[in-house]
Nanobody, 115 residues
Framework: QVQLVESGGGLVQAGGSLRLSCVASRSIFSINAMAWYRQAPGKQRELVARICSGGSTNYVDSVKGRFTISRDNAKNTVYLQMNSLKPEDTAVYYC?????????WGQGTQVTVSS
């Protein structure tokens, strides 16, 4: 079991940056994978970025080169650094923890990018 709390969302102009944080209620050292998903209005939730316990990462094509996922095990925190933001990045961003076959979700944080 793990509880996740996201923060760092807000309103930013196109081309700007935000850093999202996800703080877990327990150690993330042994969690297989931490990830960020997002859901835009009228769209299904999609995987944005994932980081495994060994440090490997993957990203959806639309954010490659702009977003970076990282983890700080000592702080039980996962980050999503978002640069060169575009209006199409507007969505609610959710933190996700994959533990064995189970998934745990945060409440989400709103990111809005203006033109």
């Amino acid at each position: 079991q793990v509880q996740l709390v996201e923060s760092g969302g807000g309103l930013v102009q196109a081309g700007g940056s935000l850093r999202l944080s996800c703080v877990a209620s327990r150690s993330i050292f042994s969690i297989n994978a931490m990830a960020w998903y997002r859901q835009a209005p009228g769209k299904q939730r999609e995987l944005v970025a994932r980081i495994c316990s060994g440090g490997s990462t993957n990203y959806v094509d639309s954010v490659k080169g702009r977003f970076t996922i990282s983890r700080d095990n000592a702080k039980n925190t996962v980050y999503l650094q978002m640069n060169s933001l575009k209006p199409e990045d507007t969505a609610v961003y959710y933190c996700n923890a994959g533990i064995v076959a189970d998934h745990y979700w945060g409440q989400g944080t709103q990111v809005t990018v203006s033109s």
